[in-house]
């Protein structure tokens, strides 16, 4: 297992990190436990939740799971979702995050959060409020990062900066939806993360299941999976290539002797920027199968063949800008230049 600074931050993470989404869902107690032994056999020390996965249960048993290797571990959760029946128990105002976090707190086990998200963007609660809470939990000792999810690129531009000039903590880390059929952070979002230091922790890196080899190109739907259960089911969000993309997939895979979900989770872990990129699972199988992406190494013609067939079309302004500098270059008149 190899292990990644969360962008330009002093912390290290693993390159996989355990989701504990299905944590009280379609995972019970004992399970629950099995897969997070397995993860620290592996060697991960990343595990991710929010206070709303499980009806509040997956915190609760991830807790649970930890509590003798606290110290080994960093914990990331999230809050923005409803935590109780109140006008205020959700969002990202100033109490409702002093709330959440206590909330969470308890539910863990644990004395401090090492990753907090907000988990969406809260457009009723001005920005500066929010920041100025999270600062206030980073000081206060209850929280060690702060990161953010789902948001657009400007907002979490506008955020950075406020954080910067008012001395606060910024954020670190941004978790985004990202995988071979959905690309579209890689136009603004990537970029921005690039150039102010914060760490991608991609969520969804094998498609809600999609890109796992259950399915073939044209069938979105299979009985006794998530699909069928139009649950954590991302169809609105593919790019229109995702069908030709997930036949390349199966080749490639089927080429390199490899499950797809472990040559699409390893392109994603590839990717510029990318810190670590979560694997969640139902069954203790089903996170052995994907542990195998770890140490994958993808040929150069096989990574180039899913970059190609999965790349979404250039839009403006880049595909205005993209060879100004080419044109800027031809301009120029040399000595000796016919």
């Known amino acids: 297992m190899q292990y990644h600074r969360l962008g330009t931050c002093g912390l290290k993470v693993s390159q996989l990190c355990l989701g504990t989404m299905t944590f009280g869902h379609s995972t019970d107690q004992d399970e629950a436990a099995r897969i997070v032994d397995a993860a620290f056999e592996a060697g991960i020390n990343f595990f991710d939740t929010a206070n709303n996965y499980g009806n509040h249960l997956s915190e609760r048993l991830l807790g649970d799971a930890l509590r003798s290797r606290r110290r080994q571990a960093v914990i990331a959760t999230k809050f923005f979702n409803p935590f109780g029946e109140g006008p205020n128990d959700s969002g990202a105002s ?27 963007l809260d457009v009723q609660t001005p920005a500066e409020e929010m920041l100025d809470a999270l600062d ?43 995988s ?18 914060m760490g991608i922790v991609a969520w969804g890196p094998m498609a809600g299941g999609f890109l796992t080899g259950k399915y073939q190109p044209g069938r979105r739907r299979l009985p006794g999976t998530r699909s069928d259960e139009n649950w954590v089911w991302q169809e609105q969000m593919f790019a229109f290539n995702a069908d030709q993309t ?25 990717r510029p920027g990318v810190s670590s990129a979560i694997v969640g699972a139902r069954t203790l199988e089903q996170f052995q199968d994907n542990l195998g992406a770890a140490d994958l190494t993808l040929p150069d013609e ?9 790349h979404l079309p250039d839009r403006y302004p880049e595909s205005f800008e993209k060879d100004i500098h080419k044109r ?9 230049k016919a």
């Open 246 to 270: 997930l036949a390349a997939l199966l080749q490639v895979a089927e080429e390199l002797g490899r499950p797809p979900a472990q040559v699409a989770l390893r392109w994603v872990m590839d």
């Open 180 to 197: 071979l059929v959905v690309r579209d952070i890689e136009q603004e979002l990537v970029p921005l993360c690039q150039d102010k230091g």
């Open 328 to 336: 800027r270059e031809n301009a120029i008149r040399r000595p000796g």
């Open 94 to 120: 100033r109490i409702a995050v002093m709330n959440a976090v206590d909330d969470s707190l308890r539910r863990l086990g644990t004395d401090h959060i090492d990753i907090y998200y907000i988990h969406h």
């Open 136 to 178: 206030c939990l980073v000081r206060g000792g209850k929280v060690r990062y702060i990161a953010c999810s789902n948001y657009p690129a400007w907002r979490l531009c506008d955020a950075w900066w406020i954080s910067t000039l008012r001395q606060w903590a910024r954020f670190v880390a941004y978790q985004a939806q990202y």
């Open 302 to 310: 096989a990574r180039r063949r899913l970059d190609e067939v999965s």
